[in-house]
């Protein structure tokens, strides 16, 4: 597990930047350059040996003094190609050279940052914690050799991309040498020439820190451990009686094994074969853990779809039992019985709201008559009445788009005789004056012959079928159907069901005038002939009658006066629109729109406007210098 969840952010590096010093001076301790040496010296030995192997220490001698004066020699033509190329500076800093060192401290940041784990936290852990590789392997809980490989990696990493971002070791070395500080300069050449002296590889005094810097990579300090390496094997190795010509002089087995530690080739087979054993015998086990690993998981998905399965379970017996409490329908008839919102729904509740409801509007009307203005008391009332109405709403949703109807998005699934003569079995129900078997019979006949009545006026429409006359056809239908079942019932149970201030009129949800209000368009006058004038005036302009039409359907609007007079009357505050006189309106707008589509030179927009029409004009008559019904 990491250390540093989150690691610090670059401000906060730049700010601390005394952790540089010590990263830069690991930069610029390159060893590649003595084990290139080493490498070169053993390859020389191996391709061109001495010819006299006592004489193999000497001989190995003046080989790394040879590759180490050769290395030595490019170093200094190529210093001296750069002192010839660079310009001369001032001793003193100058501004360029601050913001350089400030562009080395930027860059060195970002690059440690950008690292991928674990070696960002070691190097972090590391400089910037001050941390040491004991403290890091204690802390992240690995081997301290672990760390230390994750060291020496990172720097690699990290001498790789400045590699890339200077274009070569030389440059960033020279840019990252003022970062070091004056002491990395001074030990990198001093040791340079310490070493190569007693290695024997000439003197590196004077040296300049360039100088130093370009000899990390071949000379200087390098050959100075390189030589030395070489020398200490050479001594052990003389020391021992044997030289690198006795070495490659290739002795006996047997003294090769005692000598070198050798192993028995038939020990090595052995050693082979067990390993092979051992790899195949946990291959074995991978494979043998990788199916258990499968069926640990198979059955733990198992376990998840028998837990869904019960759940699912639990939850249908919960729903049946919930079910089963509900009251069952009272009246089953035609195709439309099985619905799972009827089979399914809370009669009662709804029977309950129905009969709220009622009581609700009977006391918004008397509000109303009594000249109250809408108000708080009217809201209150309004919020109760869509409180109740909330509970009609689930099972009449569950009937959207799976009853027919002409009155879509007006109550029409709503007000058909299944859910209706099921609605007024649950009210009489709850009211303890149940509908007898016969009542529930002839109930059931009469929404049969609903269904059928329905389904032939359906048949027999066409394209010039106006949408407002398949609209009063379905209406009349359950006004007649509710109508027949009303009349079968008891003095009692009509008592119960109904209240005759609210009957038939939209605070009355068993009967079809909860279809027909949605629709409802007021159509005021003072008097009856106001009425019929206003009713031109507003065909006219809707329909974009020109005059000589308009004049042509003056009959017309005569006759729609005759159909709607016997249901004029004064219109009194708080009264609702009922049943009977909107049916009367509604059909007396149906055979004006048939005269209207019977013109001759009607415009094809108006056409299709009247045949789209959807409202129903309910005429109401005002007394003159009375407050308009709407308010």
């Known amino acids: 597990m990491s250390p540093l969840a989150s690691p610090p952010r670059p401000e906060e590096l730049l700010a601390h930047t005394a952790w540089m010093k010590p990263l830069a001076r690991r930069l610029l301790s390159d060893d590649a350059g003595a084990d290139d040496i080493v490498q070169e010296a053993w390859l020389a030995a191996l391709s061109r040996p001495p010819r006299a192997p006592e004489a193999s220490g000497s001989w190995l001698g003046r080989v ?148 130093a810097i370009t000899g990390i990579s071949l000379g200087g300090w390098i050959m100075g451990k390189t030589a030395l390496a070489i020398g200490v094997v050479a001594v052990i190795t003389l020391a021992g009686g044997y030289g690198i010509g006795r070495f490659l002089s290739k002795p006996d087995a047997e003294e090769a094994k005692a000598r070198l530690g050798l192993v028995e080739r038939t020990k090595v087979e052995e050693f082979d074969d067990r390993l092979q054993k051992a790899v195949a015998e946990l291959e ?80 918004v009307m008397e509000k109303v008559a009594g000249g109250e203005k809408v108000g708080d008391a009217l809201q209150a009332l309004q919020l109760k009445i869509a409180e109740q109405n909330m509970k009609l709403v689930k099972p009449y949703l569950g009937l959207v788009g799976k009853i027919p109807t002409n009155a879509p998005g007006s109550n029409g699934e709503f007000t058909h005789p299944i859910l209706t003569a099921n609605l007024l079995g649950a009210v009489l129900k709850n009211a303890e004056v149940p509908l007898t078997s016969a009542q529930r019979k002839a109930f059931s006949q009469i929404g049969t012959d609903f269904e059928s009545r329905y389904e032939q006026l359906q048949a027999g429409y066409g394209e010039g079928t106006p949408k407002l006359e398949r609209f009063m056809d379905e209406l009349e239908l359950k006004r007649e159907a509710m109508s027949g079942m009303r009349d079968l019932l008891r003095p009692e149970q009509r008592a119960a069901a109904y209240r005759s201030d609210v009957e038939d009129t939209m605070g009355d949800v068993l009967s079809a005038m909860v279809m027909a209000y949605p629709r409802i368009q007021g159509l005021e006058g003072d008097s009856a002939e106001g009425l019929r004038a206003a009713l031109a005036k507003q065909v006219s302009e809707k329909y974009k009658l020109a005059p000589a039409q308009a004049e042509a359907l003056g009959g017309a609007f005569d006759a729609w006066l005759d159909e709607v007079r016997p249901h004029l009357a004064p219109a009194k505050k708080g009264d609702l629109p009922r049943l009977d006189p909107t049916t009367a309106a509604g059909r007396a707008q149906v055979n004006l729109y048939k005269r209207i589509l019977a013109l001759a030179d009607l415009d094809e927009k108006a056409r299709q406007r009247v045949l789209g029409g959807e409202s129903l004009l309910v005429p109401k008559l005002v007394e003159p210098g009375a407050e308009s019904a709407k308010e």
């Open 64 to 211: 790394v003094r040879n590759l180490s004066l050769r290395a030595r020699r490019e170093r200094d033509r190529r210093e001296r190609r750069e002192r010839r190329a660079a310009r001369p500076e001032s001793l003193s800093v100058t501004p360029d050279q601050v913001l350089e060192q400030a562009e080395m401290h930027r860059l060195l940041v970002e690059e440690v940052l950008r690292m991928e784990e674990p070696y960002r936290s070691a190097v972090l852990l590391r400089y910037f914690g001050e941390q040491s590789a004991a403290q890091i392997a204690l802390q992240q809980e690995v081997p301290l050799d672990t760390v230390k490989t994750r060291l020496r990696r990172a720097l690699d990493r990290l001498r790789e991309r400045l590699d890339r971002v200077y274009g070569g070791r030389q440059a960033w070395m020279l840019a990252i040498l003022p970062l070091a500080g004056a002491a990395a300069a001074g030990t990198l050449a001093g040791g340079s020439a310490a070493t190569a002296y007693a290695a024997g590889t000439g003197s590196a005094c004077g040296a300049s820190p360039a100088a």
């Open 284 to 363: 074995k086990a991978q494979v043998a853990m990788a199916a258990l690993r499968g069926e640990k998981e198979a059955l733990a998905t198992r376990a998840d779809a028998l837990d869904g399965d019960l759940q699912a379970a639990r939850e249908e017996a919960m729903a049946k039992a919930k079910a089963e409490e509900r009251p069952k329908m009272a009246v089953s008839f035609g195709k439309y019985a099985d619905l799972e919102s009827l089979q399914t729904a809370d009669w009662a509740e709804m029977a309950d709201a129905a009969k709220n409801i009622g009581e609700l509007f009977a006391q």
